[in-house]
């Protein structure tokens, strides 16, 4: 810190002396700007308001200088504690790294040891305690644990000469790259510019493209070969009651893929069709995937009534409009209350009911025992539970696995120890790496490798219906002028 503050009282002293030099260099100009803004020449009519105006004029010059000047000496300040926060995310690796490797491994019949790497574990075990997302601590990890790797960009932080938004960035393109390649990628974005600013955003990202393309050539085979490993399908909800569903796959099946439906989506309105290609293109891809043995040539807007499985939560009283709380899509999203009603509504649509607890919203299904899961005792823990019991986790039950909390035999197959898990934090959780503890209230106490406590509890149904503890939920307004003051 005491650098800190040196680096910004040396900065202010520079300006300082050039904010003499520069006044004397523009005051003639200031004092022609000001007299035209006074509907003036260059007489003299009024010589003190004019020099009062410069000096205003000056005075928020300097201003504008001192305070930019902060701004670049914080810039640089925060980039040498960047590099810190590096240096510290390195050894927590290097320590949780040494803590599972140190874990026994024998004993139990169901250890499924070496599941889950050490950057993961470490990248949920900051996530948890400093609210950054898992995604971002991966990726700063990944500068992390390679500082000669990157030890060009890394030296650039410390210095304040780059952000940790642009080191993660370069580190992040050139995962994929050598080492070799890496230094080449580093050392041309880290150029200064040629008038010794520091490099605009727009173009370090130009620089960046620009770099790795340029050797992108070595072993490119290779990569595209791995690429292909990450093909597959990926669907968000976003605003107005729509959804995004992304395909990724090899570029000759995307291409054909496309090619089809424009050849199709342009027979269409050859024929009069009055939709957009768009939304002929979205139609025809749409009734491909929900009615795949449909011979209708050109469908309508596709209305989701295939015999596909939606899983929608509408509370009742979202369901007979007394509330229009938003409703779960469990595992992608949320709709309006207005759009669950017409989901819900549909030809075809199925209901089920769920018991729910009024006072904390748990599901209250009744529970079966038997050796192994039943499909009823499956349905109970999924509906109890809702999403993933680790910390933080919102991957719908439906697609964790059910842990017995006390392993079998000594703990019985029973609903009061089954938890839904996600597959990351069933395997920590077997693994040893973190343990798991029953609590009073259906808690779940979950102990990370740093001795750090974290508790889930079953989800609550009926969150966002009710009002926050301590505020009164709103009269009815026919209930408000029926009923007289209470005095």
Not at 138 to 159: C, E, I, N, Q
Request: proline share 6%; net charge neutral; with cysteine.
């Amino acid at each position: 810190m005491a650098q800190q503050v040196a680096a910004a009282e040396t900065l202010h002293v520079r300006w300082s002396s050039d904010q003499a030099e520069f006044a004397q260099a523009v005051r003639p100009v200031l004092t022609l700007i000001c007299n035209r803004a006074w509907g003036e020449d260059c007489s003299d009519p009024a010589p003190a308001q004019r020099a009062r105006s410069v000096e205003v004029t000056e005075g928020l010059l300097r201003a504008s200088e001192r305070v930019m000047g902060e701004i670049e000496a914080l810039e640089v300040a925060k980039a040498r504690v960047e590099a810190d926060l590096l240096a510290a995310y390195g050894a927590l690796h290097s320590i949780q790294a040494q803590q599972v490797e140190a874990l026994p491994r024998g004993g139990s019949a169901v250890r499924m040891a070496g599941l889950v790497s050490p950057e993961r574990v470490v990248a949920e075990e900051i996530a948890l305690a400093t609210g950054v997302g898992v995604g971002e601590v991966g990726r700063r990890l990944t500068l992390a644990t390679a500082p000669r790797r990157h030890m060009r960009v890394l030296a650039a932080l410390r210095a304040g000469g780059t952000s940790l938004y642009r080191a993660v960035q370069v580190a992040s393109e050139t995962v994929r790259l050598s080492d070799v390649d890496v230094a080449a990628v580093e050392e041309a974005v880290l150029a200064p510019s040629r008038d010794g600013r520091p490099v605009g955003q727009r173009t370090f990202r130009a620089r960046l493209t620009r770099a790795v393309a340029s050797v992108d050539a070595r072993g490119a085979q290779e990569r595209r070969a791995h690429a292909r490993s990450r093909r597959g399908v990926f669907g968000r909800m976003v605003q107005d009651g729509m959804g995004c569903l992304t395909i990724t796959a090899d570029a000759g099946t995307v291409a054909a893929i496309l090619d089809r439906l424009d050849t199709q989506a342009g027979a269409a309105r050859g024929c009069g069709d009055p939709r957009t290609l768009d939304q002929l293109r979205c139609d025809l891809a749409t009734h491909a995937l929900l009615h795949p043995t449909s011979d209708k040539a050109v469908p309508g807007e596709s209305t989701g009534d295939a015999a596909a499985r939606v899983w929608l939560v509408v509370p009742f009283e979202v369901a007979n409009g007394q509330s229009d709380a938003a409703c779960e899509l469990p595992g992608h999203g949320w709709v309006t209350a207005a759009h669950a009603r017409e989901l819900m509504t549909r030809p075809g649509s199925v209901w089920q009911t769920l018991p729910v607890d009024l006072r904390d919203g748990h599901a209250i299904t009744g529970p079966t025992k038997a050796y192994r899961p039943t499909k009823a005792m499956v349905e109970h823990v999924q509906a109890v539970d809702g999403t993933c019991r680790g910390p933080d986790c919102q991957v719908p039950a439906t697609r964790c696995d059910l842990d017995h909390e006390t392993p079998w035999p000594k703990g019985e197959t029973a609903v009061s120890n089954l938890f839904a898990k996600h597959r990351l934090h069933h395997n920590v959780k077997t693994d040893g790496i973190w343990t798991s503890t029953q609590v009073a209230g259906d808690g779940l106490e979950w102990t990370t490798l740093t001795g750090r406590t974290y508790t889930t509890y079953p989800k609550n149904w009926r969150d966002g219906l009710d009002p926050p503890p301590g505020i009164d939920r709103p009269l009815d307004p026919v209930q408000a002028e029926s009923d007289p003051p209470p005095f």
